[in-house]
T-cell receptor
């Protein structure tokens, strides 16, 4: 059973608009959440993280929102750029345990 | 430059042969990990090491082996017992294990069985 779910396999957005990638989790013990970006044939690149004691973390064009009661987090990219086209993985970890990755969402930013 | 280096980038193996994938990091990280990615799928954990001279099985350890004799090195051996070894293999490290930390990844090794 997947503990970290990314229910949208793909997403297309116009350049300059907002991209919203969603992630749901089932394990209430998760207390740290991360987003990674991956290009084909490369390793994932860390983007941004958030601790469970926060509900928002921002870094430049990237903002992650955490809704613990709904067990949901989202990554907002504003404005979206063609170079943002990649697969985005959501990951989570309970304290003292391993990372659990979602299946990924492929984002296409159209010029 | 600090980082994680995986080699080789592409590797071909004949059926029945063992092959070892290299992973080296100069980030002084305690924890290291091996993941496997298959087309259209997420990352599945093969093995991890919280600290030098220690390692634990992940979700899909069968047919794989690792060692962690040095802090900076975590090689993965894909044995002939691994039934479907063709995949993209990713090594990662984190400054510590399991406590509000990020994993940083190498560039990956694509293994193809011919």
């Amino acid at each position: 059973d997947q503990q970290v779910k990314q229910n949208s396999p793909s997403l297309s957005v116009q350049e300059g608009r907002i991209s919203i990638l969603n992630c749901d989790y089932t394990n209430s013990m998760f207390d740290y959440f991360l987003w990674y970006k991956k290009y084909p044939a490369e390793g994932p690149t860390f983007l941004i993280s958030i601790s469970s004691i926060k509900d928002k973390n921002e870094d430049g064009r990237f903002t992650v929102f955490l809704n613990k009661s709904a067990k949901h987090l989202s990554l907002h990219i504003v404005p979206s750029q063609p170079g943002d086209s990649a697969v985005y993985f959501c990951a989570a970890t309970p304290y003292g345990q391993n990372f659990v990755f979602g299946p990924g969402t492929r984002l296409s930013v159209l010029p | 430059d600090g980082g994680i280096t995986q080699s080789p980038k592409y590797l071909f193996r004949k059926e029945g042969q063992n092959v070892t994938l290299s992973c080296e990091q100069n980030l002084n990280h305690d924890a290291m990990y091996w993941y496997r990615q298959d087309p259209g799928q997420g990352l599945r954990l093969i093995y991890y090491s919280q600290i030098v001279n220690d390692f634990q099985k992940g979700d899909i350890a069968e047919g794989y082996s690792v060692s962690r004799e040095k802090k900076e090195s975590f090689p993965l051996t894909v044995t002939s017992a691994q039934k479907n070894p063709t995949a993209f293999y990713l090594c990662a490290s984190s400054i510590r294990f399991g406590r509000n930390t990020e994993a940083f990844f190498g560039q990956g090794t694509r293994l193809t069985v011919v």
